[in-house]
């Protein structure tokens, strides 16, 4: 076996199985010939990859694994890190787009002599996309010879799918397996801020994008917020750690088109950005930056006499607040900058001189609350910060905009990673945005109460300058009006009486006999159900449902999670009979699905089994799946959360009729669990209303 073969965790093997991994520490003990490790740890194992396949191939356990798949365990498994070889894949991938006949006669020598020649022919390319001083080195040689086989493969993936799509993909499941090592703009975020960086009197592309011209992000960390402008003429990247700055670059390579007269220029450095400025005296037309939050080492003892702190010298707990005055530094005047902040920044004390001058001199336009959920730190409201650089003759706007999309039921679901309804906030900020930044505005902008508001400014220049934006909104209609508390009280009461017919019969001792038992895993191997793994992904219409809509009981609320442009996955669709249970956490929970349902996608951490209905009743299924004893004998702890495998849960071996004895009373089980949660519900909004109706006067206390 040559040293540099890729290497493949038992996790990779499970993977290419198509199995647990269990089984592959199963075959492990139990097959003397199976491959040995190569590296990693004694926890944590890695094997060549060649001999793995080879040995599942011999033993017919090789599942017919998607070319897209082989590829992502080639990049993974790489000797020299995932990274790099995600760079020479991109590289790779920019040479198949531009110069496809390149490619073709480069592909056709051998191994070796294709690593000798290819830096040739991707240093034109690299310098002809990127110029000098790029954040993409061309790697030599040595440096490519193994990857050669991973470039092959990707350039089969490429004609599969697109040079575009199948970086896009390689690039997400890099992400997705190093959730701790970056920080993620989500694509709906990056479309909002995009959008908010329209210029002025320019229509709005509520798919997201917009037409911007000259755009920078001096923190673009995976190239998210530049991916979203629509045909800029010039893009510049600043990232400061290289391997990332690379990946980024390339990404934006990828994303727009490689030559011609209508080619934006694209440019891209690493360094730190408030230390080292790759761009000094640049101005553009857009600034888009989502920078890391609450750093303290940021240069403020080394940047005291920065020129770019015009609006005043941030503190060193006000890292954000020197983003801000980067991005405008950058802008050209009546430029538009659009930043995402934490929440603190608003209101700290140590920022309120710096505030106060942005707010004078018409610098900052609006403060954003976005719901919790967005991006990270996904437990915390993230702010938007839309600014524009004041000119010479432009009088300071005198208001401010604030809102509160937090609190705005376009929020749809409630607040969480992967459960915002993106379209639904988007539209919300922007039906208030568009009329307030319209050209030449006369006319008073309309408060939404609870949403938005058009502030004026002298009534923030106090001691505090605080720019939360539920501060100096308009209460909500709280709901506690009479009438409606009457509606919710009737509600209520219908439910309660229905909670009350559902109440289970008192329980009647049963026979202990051990009944003979099989498990939902040789259940699979029979046919008698078929088991999936849900992902979220899809590309339609449909809606997905997720790991919380199992939890709290309700319809599903998530929406598709694949990233637009990447190879499509076949969306895993639910039909009425489905079984579906929580993979982490815990607890016995289980769902079948019903016409409500039906239709829509399986999303993460939710794994789907679908029973042969002339083999299996599925509401007896769900219900031995929340046995107490079951989820504990199934469960694993080696992480901090609790983790169910559902192969190991027991099921008696009944006939049919005797399974829907069964399913009959975990069926009335199940509605009146519905009812009792409805009841919850209900009775929490009418308490709640009743609070808010006494306090705002619309109720009386008699």
């Not at 798949?69 to 760079?87: F, I, K, M, N």
């Not at 070796?112 to 690299?126: I, K, W």
């Not at 629509?230 to 990247?237: C, D, F, H, N, V």
């Not at 710096?354 to 610098?363: F, M, Q, V």
Request: glycine share 10%; hydrophobic share 40%.
């Amino acid at each position: 076996m040559p040293d540099s073969s890729t290497e493949v965790t038992a996790a990779g093997i499970a993977r290419l199985a198509g199995v647990g991994r269990a089984a592959v520490s199963n075959w492990r003990r139990r097959h003397p010939d199976f491959p040995k490790p190569v590296g990693g740890t004694e926890a944590s194992p890695s094997f060549a990859l060649p001999e793995v396949e080879q040995w599942l191939r011999d033993q017919g356990k090789l599942a017919e694994v998607p070319l897209r798949e082989r590829v992502w365990q080639q990049l993974s498994g790489h000797p020299d890190g995932a990274v790099t070889a995600l760079v020479h894949a991109g590289c790779a991938l920019l040479l198949v787009r531009d110069r496809p006949t390149a490619w073709l006669e480069i592909a056709a020598v051998s191994d070796a002599r294709m690593a000798e020649v290819l830096p040739v022919a991707l240093d034109h390319v690299l310098t002809n996309r990127f110029g000098e001083g790029r954040a993409v080195p061309t790697p030599t040689a040595s440096a490519l010879l193994p990857s050669v086989p991973l470039l092959r493969a990707t350039a089969e993936l490429a004609a599969e799918a697109g040079t575009r799509q199948a970086f896009d993909f390689l690039f997400g499941r890099q992400l997705d397996a190093n959730p701790r090592q970056y920080t993620l703009t989500p694509p709906g975020l990056a479309e909002l801020m995009a959008d908010l960086a329209q210029p002025a009197g320019d229509t709005v592309r509520r798919g997201g994008g917009s037409d911007s011209r000259t755009v920078l992000d001096p923190a673009a960390g995976t190239g998210a917020l530049l991916c979203a402008v629509g045909r800029p003429t010039a893009l510049y990247a600043q990232e400061a750690d290289p391997g990332l700055s690379a990946l980024t670059a390339l990404r934006l390579a990828l994303h727009t088109q490689g030559s011609g007269a209508d080619a934006p220029t694209l440019t891209a450095r690493t360094g730190d950005t408030l230390r080292t400025d790759a761009f000094p005296g640049l101005t553009v037309d857009t600034v888009l930056c989502h920078p890391p939050f609450n750093e303290r080492n940021w240069g403020h003892d080394d940047l005291a006499y920065d020129p770019r702190w015009e609006y005043g010298f941030p503190a060193r707990t006000e890292s954000e607040l020197a983003w801000v005055q980067h991005a405008l530094a950058h802008l050209r005047e009546g430029g538009t900058a659009v930043v995402l902040m934490p929440p603190a920044a608003a209101s700290r004390r140590s920022g309120r001189r710096i505030r106060a001058d942005l707010l004078r001199r018409g610098a900052l336009r609006a403060v954003i609350a976005l719901p919790a959920g967005a991006a990270p730190p996904y437990g915390i409201p993230l702010h938007i910060w839309v600014l524009r650089k004041p000119g010479a003759g432009r009088p300071p706007a005198p208001e401010l905009l604030v809102v509160d999309a937090a609190e705005s039921e376009a929020s749809g679901a409630p607040a969480g990673r992967d459960r915002l309804d993106w379209p639904a906030v988007r539209g919300a900020v922007l039906d208030a945005w568009t009329p307030f930044d319209a050209p030449g505005r006369r006319e008073p902008v309309e408060e939404r109460p609870g949403t938005s508001r058009a502030v004026p400014v002298i009534e923030l220049l106090d001691d505090d300058v605080d720019l939360a934006p539920a501060r100096h909104l308009p209460p909500p209609a709280t709901g506690g009006d009479a009438a409606e508390l009457a509606r919710v009280r009737e509600r209520l009461d219908d439910t309660l009486r229905l909670t009350a017919r559902l109440t289970p019969p008192p329980a009647v001792p049963g026979e202990q006999a051990r009944r003979p038992v099989t498990t939902v895993g040789e259940l699979a191997r029979a046919g008698a159900l078929h088991l999936r793994t849900g992902s979220g992904a899809g590309s339609g219409t449909a809606p997905v449902l997720t790991e919380h809509d199992v939890l709290a009981g309700t319809g599903p609320s998530g929406t598709p999670s694949a990233p637009a442009g990447s190879p499509e996955e076949e969306p895993l669709l639910l039909e009425p009979g489905d079984v579906v249970v929580p993979v982490v956490g815990g607890g016995s929970v289980a769902r079948v699905v019903d016409e409500a349902t039906a239709g829509a996608v399986l999303g993460r951490n939710l794994q789907l089994l679908r029973p042969d209905p002339a083999a299996l009743d599925p509401w007896f299924l769900a219900g031995f799946l929340r046995g107490t004893a079951n989820n504990r004998q199934a469960s694993s702890y080696a992480s901090t959360a609790t983790r169910l495998d559902a192969r190991r849960i027991q099921v008696p071996r009944l006939p049919l009729d005797e399974q829907r004895r069964y399913g009959e009373r975990f069926s009335a089980l199940a509605a009146f669990e519905d009812a009792l949660r409805e009841a919850g519900r209900l009775g929490g909004q009418l308490v709640q209303g009743m609070y808010d109706g006494l306090t705002d006067g619309s109720v009386a206390p008699e």
